[in-house]
């Protein structure tokens, strides 16, 4: 992240050799891109545009591919360096929140890569339209992580009698954990390690409100 | 109440037979590991040496312990005082000395081993273990300066056919480990209102 951030860009920057937003090393893809652009007209982007965006928003998009090699005057080579590039682009331009991440600075960025003005228009107006919230959305859904609860039920039983004891009254929980990931846990908590697990949780919404509260998260981005 | 045991007229004469010094601690030994699963409470070693200690053959040995476990069973059961338990076994022709032994180890460890049957769990998979960690989760491939913290919880979940411990990993944002927690709250109040 050498430039994101900082007012006056680094002075001696080549295009190829990437820098700002795109991280210090540019990604191929986005090269290639940059360089093929040139020879495109407005309306063969936009509807490339268009089914970049629609694809980052998690859709599949073979038929509207199909159909633009069909129209423009593009190879199947051509066509996949475009939509890489312009892919990856946005990808990265999404992953940057916005209070940081200034439309100057990636205008800038893009012009550093030789890459039409009316084109750098159209990418901001993705990056930092209205547009962005739903593919936001889509990335964080995709997001990965280790299972996260669905779905929590739960019972409490008293066992009156058992096999062992005539008059055993003790209270027992019994708890059903869906996860994210399709599975499901049904378990039975004895009534002691249900304190435990309480306590257990208790403490870790402490330190989690010590840890906001704490200055590394004041840290300048 | 031991009265439908058609074997414990031999059961009763071979513990009348046995040598009252070593019998107090073989009742406690036994009335330990009353509460576990365990199909044998001894193991191989363990019965040559009683057999040895009695003077009592295989078979014999065998009779002499199931009965002792199934008298204390039946104490458990009933939860029974040990004057009453002494006067049960003295009914069905037991020594006054042996019976007078199992009242002393059932007074002493008795109330111990019924809670200690209390507390099983019949269910198949039982929670053994909570463990966690808490990170600041900095960023991530679809997203850059993040800084939120996570919470991974690990739950030990014991299984009754396997015997070996499974590990849950569940993570949680703070958001969500507060909802948790407010429906751990919701059982506990349960638990309370039991009381």
């Not at chain 1, 890569?113 to 901001?124: N, Q, T």
């Not at chain 2, 569940?170 to 039991?194: G, M, P, R």
Request: charged content about 25%; some cysteine; glycine content about 4%.
């Amino acid at each position: 992240m050498a430039a994101a951030g900082k007012a006056a860009p680094l002075p001696s920057r080549d295009g190829d050799l990437g820098g700002g937003f795109l991280g210090a090393r540019l990604p191929a893809a986005v090269g290639a891109m940059a360089r093929s652009l040139r020879q495109l007209d407005r309306d063969t982007f936009r509807r490339l545009l268009a089914v970049t965006v629609s694809a980052l928003e998690g859709n599949d998009c073979k038929d509207s591919v199909q159909r633009i090699a069909e129209n423009a005057d593009l190879s199947e080579q051509q066509l996949a360096v475009l939509i890489s590039g312009m892919y990856t682009l946005l990808r990265e331009a999404l992953r940057l929140p916005l209070p940081t991440f200034k439309q100057e600075v990636f205008k800038e960025d893009l012009k550093d890569l030789r890459i039409p003005d009316d084109f750098i228009a159209d990418f901001a107006s993705i990056v930092f339209g209205n547009r962005r919230p739903v593919l936001e959305a889509t990335t964080l859904k995709q997001a990965n992580s280790l299972p996260r609860v669905k779905d929590f039920q739960w019972r409490v039983d008293v066992a009156i009698s058992t096999s062992s004891l005539a008059r055993a009254l003790q209270p027992s929980i019994l708890m059903l954990l869906k996860l994210s990931n399709g599975e499901a846990h049904r378990f039975e908590v004895p009534v002691a390690k249900f304190q435990e697990l309480r306590y257990n949780i208790a403490l870790i919404l402490k330190e989690m409100n010590d840890l906001e509260k704490r200055s590394v998260l004041k840290i300048q981005d | 109440m031991f009265l439908f045991l058609c074997s414990v007229r031999k059961a009763v004469s071979l513990i009348n037979g046995t040598d009252m010094g070593k019998f107090p601690r073989l009742l406690s030994r036994i009335l330990q590991k009353l509460h576990l699963k365990a199909e044998s409470n001894f193991s191989e070693e363990e019965e040559e040496k009683l057999q040895a200690a009695f003077s009592l053959e295989k078979q014999d040995l065998h009779l002499v312990l199931e009965t002792i476990s199934f008298i204390l069973e039946q104490a458990v059961y009933h939860n029974l005082k040990p004057a009453t338990l002494q006067q049960q076994l003295e009914s069905i022709h037991l020594d006054q000395d042996k019976a007078e032994a199992f009242a002393s180890a059932w007074a002493a460890a008795g109330q111990d081993t019924i809670e200690k049957f209390r507390q099983r769990i019949l269910a198949p998979q039982k929670l053994e273990t909570v463990g966690w960690q808490l990170n600041l989760q900095m960023a991530q491939s679809a997203q850059a300066k993040l800084k939120s913290p996570q919470a991974v919880l690990e739950l030990g979940v014991s299984d009754e056919d396997s015997k070996n411990l499974k590990k849950v990993f569940v993570e949680f944002s703070h958001q969500e480990l507060y909802e948790f927690y407010n429906k751990l709250e919701t059982i506990q109040a349960q638990l309370d209102s039991l009381t």
